[in-house]
């Protein structure tokens, strides 16, 4: 297996993971903090278990990161062979930029009500929430770069070419990518 395969195959599980961790920081956390909310009613989050839990929040900013800085060398995805029936086993699509992108705003929207959660109106945003939060929008800045770079042809060509199609796939033309005559 080579090393940007395998590279894409643990890009693949932690983008499984990522979509857990925010399924479940929206709604474990939502659900809390509503709870907490209507029982107790506005509550100061100076108590060790709220401190706790608005550290979680870093666990996806983090996991985000570590999905973008390996997805930086990987070059666009060909996609993978169609299913087929003596295989048995169904193969999810390969994760591509355009998916992290969209997950990093979500990853971002989740982490600051997670970081912010349990925070009365006037309680001041601490400054490990402001700083996760930023963790997390420094991974997307890093992302658009990456996308725009390899738009402009700017990284090395073993980052915007794909290798060869597995059988069976066809690839649609790629706008900015060298042609065949090129190498």
């Not at 800085?69 to 390969?94: F, H, I, K």
């Amino acid at each position: 297996m080579q090393i940007a395969e395998q590279q894409q195959s643990l890009l693949d599980r932690l983008f499984f993971v990522l979509a857990l961790c925010i399924c479940a920081e929206l709604l474990v956390g939502g659900a809390v903090n509503i709870v907490v909310q209507s029982l107790a009613g506005p509550i100061a989050g100076d108590h060790l278990a709220f401190v706790v839990w608005r550290a979680l929040a870093w666990i996806p900013a983090l996991l985000y990161v570590t999905m973008v800085v390996l997805s930086v060398p990987l070059p666009r995805s060909t996609g993978r062979a169609p299913r087929t029936p003596a295989a048995g086993r169904m193969r999810l699509p390969v994760v591509g930029r355009g998916a992290l992108l969209f997950f990093g705003f979500m990853t971002l929207w989740g982490t600051w009500m997670h970081a912010v959660s349990f925070l009365s109106a006037d309680a001041p945003v601490p400054g490990s929430a402001a700083l996760v939060v930023y963790v997390v929008f420094g991974g997307i800045a890093l992302l658009v770069l990456r996308i725009v770079l390899g738009w402009l042809r700017l990284v090395p060509r073993s980052w915007r070419v794909a290798p060869e199609p597995a059988p069976g796939v066809e690839i649609p033309e790629q706008r900015f990518a060298p042609s065949k005559d090129d190498t």
